[in-house]
């Protein structure tokens, strides 16, 4: 596996990984949008033999966090390490900026997400109440603390 940033080429196998991930997917322009964003961090997954797109994170930067705004692994890809390398990519990129926590929202029925996530340092913080337009879920708000800087 690659991984890389996304590029609009990218767009279309974004765009198929969404659909059979989300019953309320993210149309193209928000996509385009976050990859323009000079705050954004996009990246990618790759088969390396053929090049194909195996999952996404999308995160944005704010003032006192990174917010995981979508991640998605094709359904055929599921539970191989996609994700977590994904993520682990993500504290590799911005392991410099130890003022910054992470932080995301999951489906609270959401239970493999929720130990992976967990598995990777988040801890429950709160719940969005109804958060989810489709069938007015609950999202469980997680939360991963900056990491303290090395002193040299």
Same mark, same amino acid.
């Given at each position: 596996?690659?991984?890389?940033?996304?590029?609009?080429?990218?767009?279309?196998?974004?765009?198929?990984? =969404?659909?059979?991930?989300?019953?309320?997917?993210?149309?193209?322009?928000?996509?385009?949008?976050?990859?323009?964003?000079?705050?954004?961090?996009?990246? /990618?997954?790759?088969?390396?033999?053929? /090049? =194909?797109?195996?999952?996404?994170?999308?995160?944005?930067?704010?003032?006192?966090?990174?917010?995981?705004?979508?991640?998605?692994?094709?359904?055929?890809?599921?539970?191989?390490?996609?994700?977590?390398?994904?993520?682990?990519?993500?504290?590799?990129?911005?392991?410099?900026? /130890?003022?910054?926590?992470?932080?995301?929202?999951?489906?609270?029925?959401?239970?493999?997400?929720?130990?992976?996530?967990?598995?990777?340092?988040?801890?429950?913080?709160?719940?969005?109440? /109804?958060?989810?337009?489709?069938?007015?879920?609950?999202?469980?708000?997680?939360?991963?603390?900056?990491?303290?800087?090395?002193?040299?």
């Amino acid at each position: 596996m690659t991984i890389r940033k996304l590029e609009l080429r990218d767009l279309a196998a974004i765009e198929a990984i =969404e659909r059979d991930s989300y019953s309320t997917p993210w149309s193209r322009s928000m996509f385009a949008g976050e990859l323009a964003k000079a705050s954004s961090v996009c990246i /990618g997954a790759f088969e390396t033999d053929t /090049g =194909e797109l195996v999952g996404y994170l999308i995160v944005s930067r704010y003032v006192d966090a990174w917010h995981v705004m979508n991640i998605a692994v094709d359904p055929n890809r599921r539970r191989a390490g996609v994700a977590t390398t994904l993520l682990e990519r993500l504290f590799d990129l911005t392991a410099g900026d /130890g003022r910054r926590g992470y932080t995301l929202e999951v489906r609270v029925s959401n239970n493999a997400a929720i130990e992976l996530y967990q598995r990777l340092g988040f801890q429950p913080r709160g719940i969005r109440r /109804g958060y989810y337009t489709d069938n007015r879920e609950d999202a469980l708000i997680m939360w991963r603390d900056p990491q303290p800087q090395a002193v040299a």
